[in-house]
């Protein structure tokens, strides 16, 4: 069983000016990070021309989904029928999506059968990770 979820999604991008636009965004979840999912943007949809990837909590996209979550660089929050916003604060300005809520619950869904939630703890290398600290440390 492979121990990372791709799944794409298509993300309308919203702007100040009356257009917006859809871009193809992938969500990933790895196992071996229990605890974060991911968001990567293609090239064309950021202002750099560089593919831009947003990590942040599981618990937060899941929290995100019903009610207003989160007061940082990512933002999640439910916007109508089978919509979810996605905010994306940064320096440069912030990012707003629009991705259907029901795509979000499959990806989610999914996650839960690699790592089901609570569980989190179970699938971390505590040993390994402080191994690598102390390497490095040297």
């Known amino acids: 069983m492979s121990t990372v979820i791709e799944h794409a999604v298509q993300a309308r ?3 100040s000016a009356p257009q917006t636009e859809s871009v193809a965004a992938t969500l990933r979840y790895d196992r071996d990070d229990p ?7 293609p090239p064309k949809a950021t202002l750099e021309g560089n593919e831009v990837s947003w990590a942040f909590s599981r618990e937060l996209l899941t929290a995100g989904i019903d009610e207003p979550a989160g007061v940082g660089d990512v933002r999640v929050r439910p916007y109508g029928y089978d919509r979810t916003v996605m905010e994306f604060h940064a320096p440069e300005g912030v990012a707003m999506v629009h991705v259907r809520t029901s795509e979000l619950r499959r990806f989610l869904r999914l ?18 990770d402080l191994a690598e600290l102390m390497r490095d440390a040297c």
């Open 13 to 15: 991008l919203v702007a």
């Open 35 to 41: 605890f974060a999912v991911s968001m990567a943007f």
């Open 111 to 128: 996650s839960q059968v690699l790592v089901p939630t609570g569980r989190e703890h179970l699938y971390l290398d505590l040993d390994h």
